[in-house]
């Protein structure tokens, strides 16, 4: 079975996205509707990127200092860093092969 979506909290998100590997994370919430259309493709993401890219999900309400430490006003969010360094932001629920072509990027 492909791997799901990290799991990211206040607590690990400095070390995950300190990785040699882009990592994407995914702002949201479980009363977000957009963030419901997008986390399948994430997650999917998730499972075909496993060997390229960290993939994870941050619940903005259980996790409220990383997403004010960025100023997220609005999710979906997805952000993705490469060795640490934010180097793309996608804001709102977009189709799977615009977050495929933005993680390629980074990779």
């Known amino acids: 079975m492909a791997n799901k979506a990290l799991e990211i909290t206040d607590s690990n998100f400095k070390d995950l996205i ?3 590997k882009p990592v994407l994370v995914d702002f ?9 259309l997008i986390g399948p493709v994430v997650e999917e993401i998730a499972g075909e990127y496993e060997d390229k890219a960290v993939i994870g999900k941050m ?3 259980a996790n409220s200092v990383t997403p004010s430490e960025f100023g997220i006003r609005s999710i979906p969010t997805l952000m993705i860093f490469k060795k640490g360094q934010l180097v793309d932001k ?3 629920a977009v189709p799977k092969h615009i977050l495929v072509q933005k993680l390629e990027a980074a990779i």
């Open 18 to 20: 300190n990785s040699e």
């Open 28 to 36: 949201w919430a479980e009363w977000c509707g957009p963030c419901k």
């Open 59 to 61: 619940d903005v309400d």
């Open 90 to 92: 996608i804001v709102g």
